[in-house]
């Protein structure tokens, strides 16, 4: 069973960056996927990478300003987050994006994101 832990967030002031990372665990990953969820939120999609890192994809509100990437040899999936802003504010997780093939949700990694 493949392990999915998210690390990177913090607190930043608006217009700066942070890294995400996305390690996993137990085997090789394939697509993934980056979502986030804001309080009283409902989970939403931010970003999502292909298994080769050929193809990815981005929401609306994110596109040109974040970045999502991999390293096959680590197993690991980045998001780099620049010009962040206070609506980006919200628990970052990373999972696979086919329903079907979810796994269990982690804890994820808290971004705040201050004006």
């Known amino acids: 069973q493949v392990q999915l832990v998210e690390s990177g967030g913090g607190l930043v002031q608006a217009g700066g960056s942070l890294r995400l990372s996305c390690a996993a665990s137990?085997?090789?990953?394939?697509?993934i996927a980056w979502y986030r969820q804001a309080p009283g939120k409902q989970r939403e999609l931010v970003a999502f990478?292909?298994?080769?890192?050929?193809?990815?994809n981005y929401a609306d509100s994110v596109q040109g300003r974040f970045t999502i990437s991999r390293d096959n040899a680590k197993n690991t999936v980045f998001l780099q987050m620049n010009s962040l802003k206070p609506e980006d504010t919200a628990v970052y997780y990373c999972?696979?994006?086919?329903?079907?093939?979810?796994?269990?949700w982690g804890q994820g990694t808290q971004v705040t994101v201050s004006s």
């Open positions: 999972n696979v994006p086919n329903p079907n093939r979810r796994l269990e």
């Open positions: 137990g085997s090789s990953i394939n697509a």
């Open positions: 990478i292909s298994a080769g890192g050929g193809v990815t």
